[in-house]
């Protein structure tokens, strides 16, 4: 393409022409400790970690290792001790809690082992939750997701009303709704079966090549990890190189 149509351009082409080739996200010596009792361990060690545009990442390691704090210290859930973490050329660590959330809301989306649906709200509601937090509302996204996900029947269902599959395949369309930089995702198979975990991981993959977002995805599945553009492996709060 010589110009960029924006009649005809994909989604993902429009994400790599807005962020490029170069590290979308970069962390830098993070650290991380928690005081337990009079004891202060160290659970994140000294890491450096970086994501590309587009890239999918699969983070590895064994139970305690550390996996999920480093997740929560990339998605600026949670606080290093020391140690950046730069969202293109943003420092998520000099911004206050109201900037976080708007960074969370248009560059971010989260899908977690426990599906984290707001019981209140339908399927529907669950999924254009991001859109309109951001005052962003578009309906036509939002039926698009849950028809991509196979929940058109089911899309004034209350999460209680659903299975675990349909449940994290609203959790997938939720999380890719507002055209994410970057996906994060903690275990998102590990409560489910193995047909609705391929089923679950078969349709973030699809979204996000749609979306052309990176996924930086904790699993334990090794034939998930096979699908990945890169593997990194924890131990004991560092990265095994
Ligand atoms: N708030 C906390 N207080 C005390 N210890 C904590 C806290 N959060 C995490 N830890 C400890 O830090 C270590 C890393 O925990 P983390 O949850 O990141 O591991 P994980 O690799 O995600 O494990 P799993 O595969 O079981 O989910 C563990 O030893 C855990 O007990
Ligand atoms: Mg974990």
């Given at each position: 393409m010589t110009s960029l149509d924006l009649t005809t351009a994909s989604e993902a082409e429009l994400n790599s022409a807005s962020?490029?080739?170069?590290?979308?996200l970069t962390a830098s010596q993070l650290n991380k400790t928690v005081h337990v009792g009079e004891q202060t361990l160290s659970i994140i060690k000294d890491v450096d970690i970086y994501v590309n545009a587009g890239e999918f990442v699969v983070i590895m390691g064994k139970s305690g290792s550390g996996k999920s704090t480093l997740l929560g210290l990339l998605a600026a859930l949670d606080y290093p001790d020391s140690g950046t973490v730069m969202l293109v050329d943003q420092a998520l660590n000099t911004l206050d809690e109201d900037a976080l959330a708007v960074i969370r809301q248009r560059d971010m989306g989260f899908v977690f082992q426990s599906f984290h649906l707001l019981p209140t709200l339908t399927v529907a509601e669950n999924i254009a939750f991001p859109l309109d937090i951001a005052r962003r509302p578009d309906k036509l996204r939002v039926t698009e997701l849950i028809e991509a996900v196979g929940l058109g029947d089911r899309r004034n269902s209350l999460p209680s009303q659903l299975s675990g599959g349909e449940q994290q395949r609203t959790a997938v369309a939720r999380a890719l709704v507002s055209r994410p930089k970057i996906v994060f995702a903690d275990e998102p198979t590990g409560n489910l079966d193995e047909q609705n975990a391929n089923q679950v991981m078969q349709l973030l993959l699809d979204l996000r090549e749609q979306v052309g977002s990176a996924l930086v995805v904790v699993t334990h599945d090794a034939t998930l990890a096979k699908m990945a553009d890169r593997v990194i492996t924890m131990h004991d709060g560092r990265i095994l190189d």
């Open positions: 962020t490029g080739n170069e590290a979308l």
